[in-house]
């Protein structure tokens, strides 16, 4: 069974870049799987970030694209995920997730976000 | 970006009724290659992270009860609670990842009546 867990800074000033490690324990990073990371302010509803492929290809949310950086780290199975620039707005519990590619009738399909992990909150205040 | 929009926002049901929540996009997420609808629903308890229920629409995900299913295909989606437990009271959230970014539906409060 495939576990994630997020750590990051907790409270951190605004203008600073934030930056969010998920360890993935019972599975590689380099499987077929895409590596998601999705947050959700207060009270709010979840917004997707971005995602990276175990081939190193990435796709960001356009409304972040310009602050944001995700990455692996094949050496200690972890993803990161990096943004600059952060305001009172960035605040959010973050999470990782998993999405599974499989072969369905010899066609590439995307399984949905299966595996995610218990989230970080992250505290952007003066 | 796909928009996503369910509804309602908010229901209650009665304990052994069966709860429908609906969710449209705002264009097709069939996909063509492989004829996958690309729509999944989560719930989400509070302090908890979202729990996959039903991928490609109608796929449950290990696990999900089967009184718990998901249907629709092309912009319309329905996801059904039947015989509706006090376990079941969450939010649930459609999404599609058909596209970029991947987005979600607002959310769906459920509560027992």
């Known amino acids: 069974q495939v576990q994630l867990q997020e750590s990051g800074p907790g409270l951190m000033k605004p203008s600073g870049t934030l930056s969010l490690t998920c360890g993935v324990s019972g599975a590689s990073i380099s499987d077929s799987h895409w590596w998601n990371w999705v947050r959700q302010a207060p009270g709010k509803g979840l917004e997707w970030i971005g995602e990276i492929h175990h081939s190193g290809a990435t796709n960001y949310n356009p409304s972040l694209k310009s602050r944001i950086s995700i990455s692996v780290d094949k050496s200690h199975n972890q993803v990161s995920l990096k943004l600059n620039s952060v305001t009172a707005a960035d605040t959010a519990v973050y999470y990782c997730a998993k999405v599974s590619e499989v072969l369905c009738s010899g066609v590439t399909c995307l399984l949905g976000f299966d595996s995610w992990g218990q989230g970080t909150l992250v505290t952007v205040s003066s | 970006d796909i928009v996503m929009t369910q509804s309602p926002d908010s229901l209650a049901v009665s304990l052994g009724e069966t709860a429908t929540i609906n969710c449209k996009s705002s264009?097709?997420?069939?996909?063509?290659?492989?004829?996958?609808?690309?729509l999944a629903w989560f719930q989400q308890k509070p302090g908890q992270p979202p729990k996959l229920l039903i991928y490609w629409a109608s796929t449950r995900d290990s696990g999900v009860p089967g009184r718990i299913s998901g249907s629709g295909s092309g912009t319309d989606f329905t996801l059904t609670i039947s015989s509706l437990q006090a376990e079941d009271v969450a939010v649930y959230y459609c999404?599609?990842?058909?596209?970029?970014?991947?987005?979600f539906g607002q959310g769906t409060k459920l509560e027992i009546k």
């Open positions: 264009q097709s997420i069939l996909h063509s290659s492989n004829s996958k609808n690309y």
């Open positions: 999404q599609q990842y058909y596209d970029i970014p991947r987005t």
